[in-house]
T-cell receptor
Framework: GAVVSQHPSRVICKSGTSVKIECRSLDFQATTMFWYRQFPKQSLMLMATSNEGSKATYEQGVEKDKFLINHASLTLSTLTVTSAHPEDSSFYIC????????????FGPGTRLLVL | ELKVEQNPLFLSMQEGKNYTIYCNYSTTSDRLYWYRQDPGKSLESLFVLLSNGAVKQEGRLMASLDTKARLSTLHITAAVHDLSATYFCAVDISVDGNKLVFGAGTILRVKS
């Protein structure tokens, strides 16, 4: 099956620093990638959708200047949390979808971010 | 505003028992997904339901979709401890699979 990886799996940073999270589709080309955030004991909330080579589409309430998304190739998308604050601490999960399979999103293992 | 409601939110059951988790949604969609999440882990796809009346079974789990009632069910038969996890339903509200809206999740604890 399709595999999506994320790196790092866990990161701790100081308040005010920026953190970059990578999402890679390992065995297929992902025309669309998605970034979700999940707070403890809560559901997944879609943050943004990115298509290769174009600007990401952010969901309402998500600050595009704070959560920078780059989908530079068909196998890689990055999420950069800029000037991170403790309230940004969360579990960030990416997913990827290939052009040929409508509706099938393959999820990465997630990145746990802790901002001190 | 789209709502995806799961119930119950927490389910504690004995091994060997049967139970059903319900997922109601408030908009038109004919694509619904069920996922399992273990603590600290990402989502594992369980079922993809793509049409009205779809029924899929895998082991002790069976999922169904009624698009007219906007209802999906996840039925657990003869539960075992290994089924303990959080289960999410997600509704695709786009035409091209680009937007999933998740339910709140059902925490399932199966007691030995």
């Amino acid at each position: 099956g399709a595999v999506v990886s994320q790196h790092p799996s866990r990161v701790i940073c100081k308040s005010g620093t920026s953190v970059k999270i990578e999402c890679r589709s390992l065995d297929f080309q992902a025309t669309t990638m998605f970034w979700y955030r999940q707070f403890p004991k809560q559901s997944l909330m879609l943050m943004a959708t990115s298509n290769e080579g174009s600007k990401a589409t952010y969901e309402q309430g998500v600050e595009k200047d704070k959560f920078l998304i780059n989908h530079a190739s068909l196998t890689l998308s990055t999420l950069t949390v800029t000037s991170a604050h403790p309230e940004d601490s969360s579990f960030y999960i990416c997913s990827a979808r290939s052009s040929g399979r409508i509706g099938t999103q393959y999820f990465g293992p997630g990145t746990r971010l802790l901002v001190l | 505003e789209l709502k995806v409601e799961q119930n119950p939110l927490f389910l504690s059951m004995q091994e060997g028992k049967n139970y059903t988790i319900y997922c109601n949604y408030s908009t038109t969609s004919d694509r619904l997904y069920w996922y399992r999440q273990d603590p600290g882990k990402s989502l594992e796809s369980l079922f993809v339901l793509l049409s009205n009346g779809a029924v899929k079974q895998e082991g002790r789990l069976m999922a169904s979709l009624d698009t007219k009632a906007r209802l999906s069910t996840l039925h657990i038969t003869a539960a075992v401890h290994d089924l303990s996890a959080t289960y999410f339903c997600a509704v695709d509200i786009s035409v091209d699979g680009n937007k999933l809206v998740f339910g709140a999740g059902t925490i399932l604890r199966v007691k030995s």
